[in-house]
């Protein structure tokens, strides 16, 4: 399976992008996706994480209320909608295809990982 991350860029604070991960195969429908990004000089973090259904979603505290995460199971596509964009958000994103039904926030239950997508947002 091969993930790839799009719609990353160069944005000023406030604006919006938004991301998406395309799976080559029909082997992450059943299986619950998240996205995840590392900034410069810090360790890769959870941004969002769903379920297989999309029933199910979590955020980290700081993109609350201004990222939503979603999926269309029949393209194998899966979204990082990102309002009122912050400079802290700068980071390369990275979608992930986690073991289980779920998306959760451990790293270590995701099993097939892209390649990332930059984001910058300039102040």
């Given amino acids: 399976v091969q993930l790839q991350a799009s719609g990353g860029g ?3 604070a406030g604006d919006s992008l938004r991301l998406s991960c395309s799976a080559s195969a029909r082997t992450s429908s059943n299986n619950g996706m998240g996205w ?3 900034a410069p000089g810090k360790e890769r973090e959870v941004v969002a994480a769903i379920s297989w259904n999309g029933g199910n979603t ?3 505290d700081s993109v ?3 990222f ?3 999926r269309e199971r029949a393209k194998d596509t899966m979204y990082l909608q990102m309002n009122n964009l912050k400079p802290e958000d700068t980071a390369v994103y990275y979608c992930a295809t986690a073991r289980g039904s ?3 926030r451990q790293q270590g239950d995701y099993k ?3 390649r990332g997508t930059q984001v910058t ?3």
């Fill in 102 to 104: 779920f998306g959760t």
């Fill in 112 to 114: 097939y990982w892209g």
């Fill in 68 to 70: 939503t995460i979603s």
């Fill in 10 to 12: 160069l944005v000023q």
């Fill in 121 to 123: 947002v300039s102040s």
């Fill in 58 to 60: 979590v955020y980290t």
């Fill in 64 to 66: 609350k209320g201004r």
């Fill in 36 to 38: 995840f990004r590392q």
